[in-house]
């Protein structure tokens, strides 16, 4: 079973920028820890392919995925560094429609990456657990789409309503990947997500090429992201402790409905809240999975 962790656990929105310990250094955490696989961010490929391998090398770790929008640069990189998947980290869609035309450009970007032995995913937040004519968004998707799978992050899912068990069995086959992250409140998905045509600016377009910002820049952006996240600081406080009794998630169920797929998906560590100090909290994770989860 691989149990790997994203390299945004390692920072968040800093990880995402550029800003914060080297990647060579949380692959050396990230393997200490106990974890066996990673994700990578769109900042991390702009390392240097061998670079990467030679770390992944010296720490015993696999790369899985990476979360970014799938492009032939990036497809190209991760086939050269054995992972997986490029899996999409969220885009806005507000309704059916255009979930459907989402599902459309998903598809072609998986056509994009099939020679290169690259599958695409979408990777869930709550909103797409909105519902519209009778779906969630994310059904939606799911259901016009021949090519991509599904990246369930379980704790956001079940924050947004959706019980992952479920989910996972509606759409076996497709479940490429999960995030684990521990909940325990259901707050639901939220207002109804701004659409994918309107003039709000996409907040991931601040990470395209953010290595060619000077450092200044950077912390601008980040400063910007923490503001809006102190003034949305509820929205990680349904995060806690894996196996809580406060959990409202059964990670051994969910392992029962992955295993009856025909492959085996991976499993990757995502926080954004943090129950106790950062590596201790991550650190237990990884044990409490590796101990409960077989």
């Not at 994700?39 to 899985?64: A, Q, R, Y």
């Not at 255009?98 to 937040?125: F, S, T, W």
Request: charged share 25%.
């Amino acid at each position: 079973m691989q149990i790997g962790i994203g390299t945004y656990s390692f920072g968040g929105i800093a990880s995402y920028l550029g800003l914060g310990p080297s990647l060579l250094d949380k692959f050396k955490t990230i393997s200490a820890m106990g974890f066996n696989s990673v994700e990578l961010l769109p900042v991390d490929l702009e390392h240097d392919v061998e670079d990467i391998k030679k770390w992944l090398d010296e720490t015993g770790l696999k790369v899985t995925s990476v979360h970014a929008e799938p492009t032939e640069e990036i497809v190209k990189k991760m086939a050269a560094l054995g992972g997986q998947a490029v899996i999409w980290a969220g885009t806005p869609f507000c309704n059916k429609e255009e979930a459907i035309e989402v599902a459309h450009i998903l598809d072609e970007m998986a056509a994009m990456a099939e020679p290169y032995g690259i599958k695409v995913g979408y990777h869930n937040h709550s909103q797409e657990f909105y519902f519209d004519e009778g779906k969630s968004l994310l059904e939606h998707l799911l259901d016009n789409s021949e090519k991509c799978y599904s990246q369930l992050d379980c704790g956001w899912a079940m924050n947004g309503g959706m019980y992952p068990p479920y989910f996972i069995r509606k759409y076996k086959n497709r479940i490429l990947s999960i995030h684990v992250k521990e909940n325990c409140r259901v707050a639901g998905p939220g207002p109804q997500p701004p659409s994918r045509h309107s003039d709000q600016p996409n907040p991931a377009a601040a990470f395209g090429n953010v290595k060619e910002l000077p450092i200044e820049e950077r912390q601008k952006i980040l400063d910007g992201f923490t503001k809006a996240a102190e003034a949305d600081a509820g929205r990680f406080n349904v995060q806690c402790k894996m196996g809580a009794q406060e959990s409202n998630i059964d990670w051994k169920e969910i392992k029962k409905a992955l295993d009856e797929q025909d492959f085996e998906a991976f499993w990757v560590v995502e926080r954004e809240g943090f129950y106790d100090e950062h590596d201790k909290c991550i650190e237990e994770d990884c044990a409490w999975l590796t101990e409960n989860i077989k």
